[in-house]
C-alpha cells in the first residue's frame, strides 16, 4: 500500500494564476476561526472571506468577481512560494523566495486561549530567512455582493473602513509604509531582512464596537490559534491506514463547525460552478440535515465526540424548533430562497451568482434516515437521548411511516420529483433505526410494531419496482434504466442481501466511472464534474460487501488523481482535466475520505455494536 499526502507540494512554484484572472479552485488554501472561512490563493491574495460569519455577505469577493475586494501580501519582485499547512494544524505557512533574498509569511484567522474572539481577526507575520524581500500590501474592500459602498472614516484610534454594517481596521507594524489610501482601497510596502519580522492584520467587527488590541497581541495569538488546532487534533483517534489524509480531513471538517451553534456548514462558499461556463453554482454557506448526520458520525468514528455532540445537539433544536426543513442557515433558522447577484460576474465567468439556496424549499425522504442514522450512532457510542429528542424521534418515525410512499426531491436536490430509490431506502434505513432504537429502551416503544410493518412494506415495495433484471442493478427510481451512484451508502445502511448491491455497484461504475471518479447518476457527465464523495461511497460498499482489495486499489487511485495542493478539497472534479469543481472545502468530500480510510481500517461502527 503506497503512502499518500494530499497536502504536501513537492516543489516550490511560480505564482501566476490562469490567463483569465482567476486561480484554480484547488489553489486555494484555507483559513478558519470558528465563524468564518478565508480562501487565500498562492500569490499571497485573499479572495474570500465572510465576515463575520461563513453565510454573511463577503468582505473579500474577489474569488467571484475581478474588480471584488482581495488582501493581498506578495514580493515585489518575481517569486517562488512553498505552502504548507503547520502539522496538525490550521495555520498557513508560506516560504516565498525571490532573486534578493527569503522570507516566511504565517497566517491565521486568529482564535484565543477561551475560544473564539468576540471579533474576526486575520493576522499575517512575514519574517526574513535570507538577504531582504520588499513586500507589496493591497487592500481592496469588496462591496459584499454589490451592495454598499465602503467608505473611510479617520479616527484619533485608526482609520476605520465601514462595509455597511462592518467595521474594518487594517493594522500593521510600524516599517509598513502606506502610499496610497481612498475610501475603498490602501497600497503600502515594507522590507524584511535576515533575522527582522513585520505583522499585518485586519480586525473586524459587525454593527458593534471593535475592540483593538496591541499589535503583540495579535503576533502571540497566531502562535496560540496554532497551538489550539494541534491540541484538536491530538484527540482525533485514527491510527489505522492513510493517517496523514484522514487528519487534514478532520481539520477541514472543524474549519466548517460554526462553533457558535454547532451548525455544520456544506462548504465555506457560494456559486463556485459544477462545470466552468455552466449556471449550476448553488450557495453551500447552509447546514443540510444529511450532512450534519454524515460529519457527526464520521466525528463519532475518529472520536472527536464535542464535535460530534454539538452537532447532535444543534440538530435536534432546529427539528424541536422548526421541524425536519432539508436545510438551516448557521444561525439555526431556515434559509431564504435563492436570490441573483446579478452585479457579479461569476467565477470564471460562471453565473449566476446566487444567495440563499432553492432547495430548502423541497422536502426530501432522506432527512428521515439522516436524523435516524445519527441518533443510533451516538447512543451506540454510548451516549444518552433527553426526553425531548425521544420524542421528537418517536414522532419522526410515525411521519416517516406515513409519507414514505410519496414522491420527493431525493439526494440530489432534484426539480423532477420522483420515487427516487435512495429515498425509499432512507426512509427504511429510518425506520428499522427507530425499532432498534425503541426496542433498546432509547425511545417509546408504542409504535414498535407498525414501524416494523411498514419498514418491511418498503423493502418489498422497492425490490418489486426498483430492481431492473435487464440492469442487474437498482435503478434511480421505477421505471427508468438511470443510475444513481448514491446507491452505494445503502451498502453502509444495511440494505438488501449481498448479491445485489454487489451487482449494483458494478453497474454504477461500469456506467457513472471515469477513472477513479463517478458522477452522480446517469446523464451527468455532460453537465457537471464527477462527484468525489461518490468514489469514497463505493470504497465503503466495496469494502463492506468483502472487496476489499478492489476498494482499496479504487480509494488509492482516487487519492494520487487529486491535486496536489495543501490538502483542501472541493465538491467535484473534472476527470478530464484534474482540475476541482463546484464548493469549498467541501464537507462532504473531506467526510467521504474519513469513512473510506476507517472502512478499509475495520473501524466500521455498526449500528448499536455496544
Known amino acids: 500500500m503506497r503512502s499518500y499526502d494530499i497536502s504536501a507540494l513537492a516543489e516550490p512554484f511560480t505564482p501566476s494564476g490562469p490567463c483569465d484572472g482567476f486561480w484554480l479552485i484547488e489553489d486555494y488554501a484555507a483559513l478558519g476561526d470558528g465563524r468564518s472561512v478565508a480562501l487565500v490563493a498562492p500569490d499571497g491574495s485573499v479572495d ?306 446566487v444567495i440563499g439556496n432553492r432547495a430548502s424549499l423541497q422536502h426530501q425522504h432522506g432527512i428521515y434516515g439522516d436524523i435516524f442514522e445519527t441518533a443510533s450512532l451516538f447512543v451506540s457510542d454510548g451516549n444518552i437521548l433527553d426526553q425531548k429528542s425521544a420524542k421528537l424521534l418517536a414522532d419522526l418515525a410515525d411521519r416517516c411511516a406515513d409519507r414514505w410512499h410519496e414522491k420527493d426531491a431525493g439526494i440530489w436536490e432534484l426539480t423532477d420529483r420522483q420515487h427516487y430509490t435512495m429515498s425509499k431506502i432512507s426512509c427504511w434505513q429510518a425506520l428499522n433505526r427507530a425499532c432498534a432504537l425503541a426496542e433498546r429502551g432509547h425511545i417509546a416503544k408504542d409504535c414498535l410494531p407498525r414501524w416494523q410493518r411498514e419498514a418491511q412494506r418498503i423493502v418489498e415495495w422497492i425490490n418489486e419496482n426498483c430492481w431492473s433484471e435487464t440492469r442487474q442493478a437498482y435503478t434511480f427510481y421505477p421505471g427508468t434504466d438511470k443510475l444513481d451512484a448514491s446507491l452505494a451508502l445503502a451498502v453502509p445502511f444495511g440494505f438488501d442481501g449481498k448479491a445485489r448491491m454487489l451487482s449494483t455497484l458494478q453497474a454504477i461504475r461500469s456506467e457513472l466511472g471515469r477513472g477513479p471518479f463517478l458522477y452522480r447518476y446517469s446523464g451527468m457527465a455532460e453537465e457537471e464534474g464527477a462527484f468525489l464523495a461518490c468514489t469514497c461511497w463505493m470504497v465503503e460498499g466495496l469494502t463492506l460487501l468483502g472487496h476489499r482489495k478492489e476498494a482499496e486499489k479504487l480509494f488509492e487511485d482516487f487519492l494520487g488523481a487529486l491535486p496536489k495542493n495543501c490538502g483542501i478539497i472541493a465538491e467535484m472534479i473534472d476527470p478530464a482535466t484534474g482540475q476541482y469543481l463546484g464548493n469549498t472545502p467541501q464537507g462532504l468530500s473531506h467526510l467521504g475520505i474519513i469513512q473510506a480510510a476507517c472502512a478499509l481500517a475495520g473501524r466500521f461502527q455498526q449500528t448499536f455494536n455496544k
Open 48 to 353: 474570500w472571506w465572510c465576515v463575520p460569519n461563513l453565510d454573511s455577505p463577503p468582505l473579500f469577493e474577489r474569488m467571484m468577481h475581478r474588480a471584488g475586494g482581495f488582501f493581498q501580501l506578495r514580493p515585489v519582485e518575481s517569486f517562488t512560494v512553498r505552502r504548507h499547512y503547520h502539522p496538525d494544524s490550521n495555520v498557513m505557512e508560506s516560504v516565498v523566495t525571490t532573486a534578493s533574498g527569503k522570507a516566511r509569511i504565517t497566517e491565521s484567522l486568529n482564535s484565543s486561549l477561551a475560544g473564539r474572539l468576540p471579533w474576526t481577526e486575520f493576522g499575517r507575520r512575514v519574517e526574513g530567512i535570507r538577504g531582504h524581500v520588499k513586500f507589496a500590501l493591497r487592500l481592496r474592500l469588496g462591496t459584499r455582493g454589490g451592495r454598499v459602498s465602503p467608505w473611510i472614516q479617520p479616527n484619533p484610534n485608526g482609520a476605520i473602513f465601514h462595509i455597511g454594517s462592518v467595521l474594518a481596521l487594517l493594522r500593521r507594524s510600524d516599517d509598513v509604509r502606506i502610499l496610497h489610501e481612498v475610501d475603498q482601497s490602501v497600497e503600502a510596502e515594507f522590507t524584511v531582512k535576515e533575522g527582522s519580522h513585520t505583522l499585518v492584520a485586519i480586525q473586524a467587527a459587525d454593527d458593534e464596537p471593535l475592540g483593538i488590541p496591541l499589535l503583540t497581541e495579535i503576533d502571540e495569538r497566531i502562535e496560540t490559534s496554532d497551538h489550539a488546532w494541534r491540541e484538536w487534533a491530538a484527540d482525533v483517534r485514527y491510527e489505522g491506514p492513510y493517517q496523514s489524509v484522514v487528519r487534514r480531513s478532520a481539520l477541514a471538517l472543524k474549519l466548517l463547525l460554526y462553533s457558535s451553534s454547532g451548525a455544520i456548514a456544506a462548504a465555506a462558499t457560494s456559486s463556485l460552478p459544477e462545470r466552468i461556463g455552466g449556471c449550476k453554482n448553488w450557495d453551500y454557506r447552509y447546514a443540510w440535515i444529511r450532512d450534519a448526520a454524515y460529519v457527526t458520525a464520521a466525528f463519532l468514528r475518529i472520536g472527536a465526540m464535542p464535535e460530534a455532540k454539538a452537532a447532535f445537539a444543534w440538530l435536534m433544536h432546529r427539528l424541536n424548533q422548526h421541524g425536519p426543513l432539508v436545510m438551516y442557515a448557521l444561525s439555526g433558522e431556515p434559509v431564504n430562497d435563492q436570490v441573483m447577484l446579478e452585479e457579479i460576474e461569476g467565477y470564471r465567468h460562471s453565473t449566476p451568482v
